[in-house]
């Protein structure tokens, strides 16, 4: 990808806004469970509960925002999440102020911005399909990808100092302005955008609600990839868990050389999602798609092997930049194929339906692979998710898509008749 492709000024304002907020939430990486801990004196369980229960909670209440999000302009969707997550997360400090902040409090907000996270990447799909013609749409997602990997870099160590100084509530005001940030850049866009016409009646039926998950199943190429997706990311998130207990514990690393295994392999990701472009126009979106999901499953089961030391932090290190590294080309290629596999006027409730099952499926991994880590211990664990990790390539596509079918218009309904 060459930086000399320009996607227009508009473009820019988003590309902006998704940078500031991704920094902002890499900032205050770890700042929950800080609070949790060392503010309200709360337990592991109690801890646990933050990650898995509130990603799990706001993945089902953003099951019914998909739907709506559908039949209502996109760009007004996205500055209005920023400003719900903007305005959830500053009642922790406010709260903290005044003395009453609560565990109860923590896990709501976890909710309301896991539901509103949910709901902009759904948005900011199907913005994106209006905003740029299909041949950019790769460009677009490798920058987007390049950005979230580079925010991954410099983000938690600059969040680590600040809640060092400041204390870790100090870092979620940082991630609240981010969002603020975020809305007026996302505003400054301009231009006009057409509000979407529904055809069915205006009270939300129950079977919108399930058409996401119904147009991927019914879909032969995205039905294989959204298993994959889900599955992958699930285990690599339970996997990354119990390594952090393993490292951290057994093995005797410090906190900054469990960070510096997973900051520095990020560059791999920069550096990936700039040869996503030239590898798709060399071998073809197909070869891509499936050669960088294999290679990506190879890696994880080498965690189970990792021992105490310079040695054991190198190998963490290498496992972690194959890792990242394929991840970083597969993501915008996947992220571009599923745009242009699904129609228009089914994005948004495709891409929620796609993200919600990716969190749950995740948070409950995660749960069920800490169960295994107390029973099996965590290096057994890791191992054990390495394995299936290897099978994951049989859930991809097997042959390239064949060009996606306009959607029929459905009848004008009978005039009603007194």
């Not at 996270?117 to 905003?131: C, E, H, N, P, V």
């Not at 339970?238 to 960070?259: C, K």
């Not at 060399?282 to 990792?306: D, E, I, N, Y």
């Amino acid at each position: 990808m060459g930086n000399g492709h320009r996607l227009g000024r508009r473009f820019g304002w988003l590309w902006g806004a998704y940078g500031t907020s991704a920094l902002g939430t890499w900032l205050a990486f770890g700042a929950f469970p800080l609070i949790a801990l060392q503010v309200l004196h709360a337990g592991p369980a109690e801890v646990a509960a933050l990650s898995s229960v509130g990603a799990a909670v706001g993945a089902a209440v953003a099951v019914p925002l998909g739907p709506w999000v559908e039949f209502r302009r996109k760009r007004s969707v996205l500055i209005g999440m920023d400003l719900v997550r903007f305005a959830a997360l500053l009642t922790i400090p406010a709260a903290f102020a005044l003395g009453v902040l609560s565990f109860a409090q923590l896990l709501l907000v976890s909710v309301v911005v896991a539901a509103a996270d949910i709901t902009f990447r759904a948005a900011s799909g199907a913005y994106l399909k209006t905003l740029l013609p299909a041949e950019d749409l790769l460009v677009a997602n490798a920058r987007f990808e390049s950005t979230s990997w580079t925010t991954t870099i410099i983000g938690p160590p600059l969040g680590g100092v600040a809640i060092g100084l400041l204390g870790p509530v100090a870092t979620v005001v940082a991630d609240a302005v981010s969002y603020l940030l975020s809305a007026l850049g996302i505003r400054a866009m301009g231009g006009q955008e057409p509000r979407p016409e529904r055809r069915e009646t205006a009270r939300m039926r129950a079977g919108d609600l399930l058409d996401g998950w119904r147009y991927i199943l019914a879909d032969p190429t995205l039905r294989p990839l959204f298993f994959n997706t889900a599955l992958f990311n699930g285990l690599v998130m339970a996997a990354d868990a119990l390594l952090a207990v393993l490292m951290l514990g057994r093995l005797g690393f410090a906190p900054w050389q469990y960070g510096l295994a997973f900051a520095v392999p990020s560059i791999g990701g920069l550096l990936a999602s700039r040869l996503a472009r030239p590898l798709v126009t060399r071998f073809g979106q197909h070869q891509v798609l499936v050669a960088a999901g294999t290679l990506r499953a190879l890696w994880p089961v080498g965690l189970a092997f990792v021992g105490p030391g310079t040695g054991g932090l190198l190998l963490v290190m290498g496992v972690e930049l194959g890792l990242i590294f394929c991840c970083g080309v597969f993501n915008p290629v996947c992220a571009t194929y599923r745009l242009e596999r699904t129609a228009p006027d089914r994005i948004a409730r495709t891409l929620s339906a796609w993200s919600v099952t990716t969190k749950a499926s995740t948070a409950l991994l995660t749960a069920a692979w800490g169960v295994l880590g107390g029973l099996l211990g965590p290096r057994a664990a890791i191992g054990l998710a390495g394995v299936l990790l290897l099978a994951t390539p049989l859930l991809r596509p097997r042959r390239a898509a064949a060009p996606l079918a306009e959607p029929e218009p459905e009848p004008e309904p009978a005039p009603h008749r007194a």
